[in-house]
Nanobody
Framework: VQLQASGGGLVQPGGSLTLSCKTSGFSVDTYAIGWFRQLPGKQREAVACFSHIDGTTSSADSLKDRFSISRNNSKDTIYLQMNNLQPEDTGVYYC???????????????WGQGTLVTVSS
């Protein structure tokens, strides 16, 4: 089981980034995949979750207007589209596999390495 996050980088305030979570060793049809982030000095927080089983693609309420999650046609990559990025979005973004098939309950199963997002002018 592997999850590989990529796509982070430096972006100006108001800009956009698309993060990718490439999965292997399992089917995304069977497990929920989530994006989380860890901002400097803060605890990890959930950003968005995708579940094929129950069709949920939830995003944190405070981020729904700017962040969205999707899957590619090959079903092995989960994307996080981030728009109107602000300096307070700076942090390390991780993708992980849920132990459960639904996004309604999260239990850590597997994690990929993080990708750093820096929003600065």
């Amino acid at each position: 089981v592997q999850l590989q996050a990529s796509g982070g980088g430096l972006v100006q305030p108001g800009g956009s980034l698309t993060l990718s979570c490439k999965t292997s060793g399992f089917s995304v049809d069977t497990y929920a995949i989530g994006w989380f982030r860890q901002l400097p000095g803060k605890q990890r927080e959930a950003v968005a979750c995708f579940s094929h089983i129950d069709g949920t693609t939830s995003s944190a309420d405070s981020l729904k207007d700017r962040f969205s999650i999707s899957r590619n046609n090959s079903k092995d990559t989960i994307y996080l589209q981030m728009n109107n990025l602000q300096p307070e979005d700076t942090g390390v973004y991780y993708c992980g596999r849920n132990y459960w098939t639904s996004c309604n309950k999260w239990e850590d199963d597997y994690w990929g390495q993080g990708t750093l997002v820096t929003v600065s002018s």
